[in-house]
């Protein structure tokens, strides 16, 4: 059974530090993607990891794949307080199937 | 373009009701997916379709719940008869190809079952 785990689940940072989010996945898969949602709002896809190594970058955050660790990373850079959100990972295994989200992060950014 | 498009966005029935969530995808994708947010189970994925065909429907809970997508600008997620249990946030998003694809997510509906 594929088993997805975040940590940390809650995040406290102050404007302009940098810190990463972890994402853990039980079993093989090179599928992986990432999720913004604000509170009481719907998600954002943010990136899709298709590979060993993969780095996607979008303004202050950077996602990473690791596929051989079953691991990645969420790297936040300057954390400004519109980054406030809940962060999600994904992770879909080799079979196209059993799609599965970890449990989020509650990122807040304090001024 | 107007987004993706659900309805209603509030519905509130007793249990033992049947229930349909409705879904509009942007025009021009062709999968769609139903995904469930709950505060236990947290986002789960129910199904998803290409092409109006269901790929993966490995997440539907049970048999009360069935999905249709008639054709590429329309999906229904029905719950027959509805539980307590499935009182949750339902998601409908859509991509043009298959899930590797960016997904566009609908604004949810929320379902509660008294």
């Known amino acids: 059974e594929l088993k997805v785990e975040q940590n940390p689940l809650f995040l406290s940072m102050q404007e302009g530090k940098n810190y990463t989010i972890y994402c853990n996945y039980s079993?093989?898969?090179?599928?992986l993607y990432w999720y913004r949602q604000d509170p009481g709002k719907s998600l954002e896809s943010l990136f899709v990891?298709?590979?060993?190594?993969a780095v996607k970058q979008e303004g202050r955050l950077m996602a990473s794949l690791d596929t051989k660790a079953r691991l990645s990373t969420l790297h936040i850079t300057a954390a400004v307080h519109d980054l406030s959100a809940t962060y999600f990972c994904?992770?879909?295994?080799?079979?196209?199937?059993?799609?599965?989200f970890g449990p989020g992060t509650r990122l807040s950014v304090l001024p | 373009d107007a987004g993706v498009i659900q309805s209603p966005r509030h519905e509130v029935t007793e249990m033992g009701q049947e229930v349909t969530l409705r879904c509009k995808p942007i025009?021009?994708?062709?999968?769609l997916f139903w995904y469930r947010q709950t505060m236990m189970r947290g986002l789960e994925l129910l199904i998803y379709?290409?092409?109006?065909?269901?790929?993966?429907d490995s997440g539907m809970p049970e048999d009360r719940f069935s999905a249709k997508m008639p054709n590429a600008s329309f999906s229904t997620l029905k719950i027959q008869p509805s539980e307590p249990r499935d009182s949750a946030v339902y998601f409908c998003?859509?991509?043009?190809?298959?899930?590797?694809?960016?997904?566009?997510f609908g604004p949810g509906t929320r379902l509660t079952v008294l």
């Open positions: 998003a859509s991509s043009w190809g298959l899930p590797t694809d960016t997904q566009y």
């Open positions: 079993t093989t898969s090179d599928r």
């Open positions: 990891l298709l590979s060993n190594g």
């Open positions: 994904a992770v879909e295994n080799n079979y196209g199937q059993n799609f599965v």
């Open positions: 025009s021009g994708h062709n999968s």
């Open positions: 379709f290409n092409n109006n065909v269901p790929i993966d």
